[in-house]
């Protein structure tokens, strides 16, 4: 089945404690793309990435990293997280621009 | 910079009744558009998209998009409302940089019996 695959669902950190979500996509898709969702915000872009070893920072990119190393897989770090990084996160992959992005289930971060 | 406004946060509407979302945005050029639907604790899925050609675009689930340079709009409807389209909705428009994709902030539909 086409998906994109993130992982865990659900995680509780503490402040400053570094993580990774990882996520994969199975469609050999060019693009991917991190995305937060806050209630009245919507969704913001966090980074996304054209190919392998390019990647480009999105809205909000403070206090993320991502790298692109191969095709299918596109983790977001949080090198040292923070309350206000608590969020919904979406992994999101594409064919081209304009085909329009396949979603992830999402990661709910909590970070205490 | 590209901008996408949704100016309504909830809309409700009764079952069977015609819907439309509003989407409005800001770009340059001729823009890439989406509409997406979110249901609730789930991710999100595309229900079309517009990037040329016949401004009128038809997508799953008996959804529609009109698209309007005019207007700067690219408006969602659909004819007849079904109780399970209550969810959220979201515009989105292509950033100018490939991959950039701008959303908006959602329209969360409620449906009346």
């Known amino acids: 089945e086409a998906q994109v695959t993130q992982n865990p669902r659900y995680l509780i950190t503490v402040t400053g404690k570094k993580l990774t979500v990882t996520c994969s996509q199975n469609m050999n898709h060019e693009y991917m793309s991190w995305y937060r969702q806050d209630p009245g915000l919507g969704l913001r872009q966090i980074y996304y990435?054209?190919?392998?070893?390019?990647?480009d920072k999105g809205d909000v990119p403070e206090g993320y990293k991502v790298s692109r190393k191969e095709k299918r897989n596109f983790p977001l770090i949080l090198e040292s997280p923070s309350p206000n990084q608590t969020s919904l996160y979406f992994c999101?992959?594409?064919?081209?621009?304009?085909?329009?992005?396949?979603f992830g289930s999402g990661t709910r971060l909590t970070v205490v | 910079a590209q901008s996408v406004t949704q100016p309504d946060i909830h809309i409700t509407v009764s079952e069977g009744a015609s819907l439309e979302l509003r989407c409005n945005y800001s770009y340059g050029a001729t823009p890439y558009l989406f509409w997406y639907v979110q249901s609730p604790g789930q991710g999100l899925q595309l229900l079309l998209k517009y990037f040329s050609g016949d401004t009128l675009v038809q997508g799953i689930k008996g959804f529609e998009a009109e698209f309007k340079r005019s207007q700067s709009s690219f408006n969602l409807r659909k004819p007849s409302v079904h109780w399970s389209d209550a969810a959220e909705y979201f515009c989105?428009?292509?950033?100018?940089?490939?991959?950039?994709?701008?959303f908006g902030k959602g329209t969360k539909l409620s449906v009346k019996p």
């Open positions: 989105a428009v292509d950033g100018g940089s490939q991959g950039n994709l701008i």
């Open positions: 990435s054209m190919n392998v070893e390019v990647t």
């Open positions: 999101a992959s594409s064919l081209s621009v304009t085909g329009g992005y396949t």
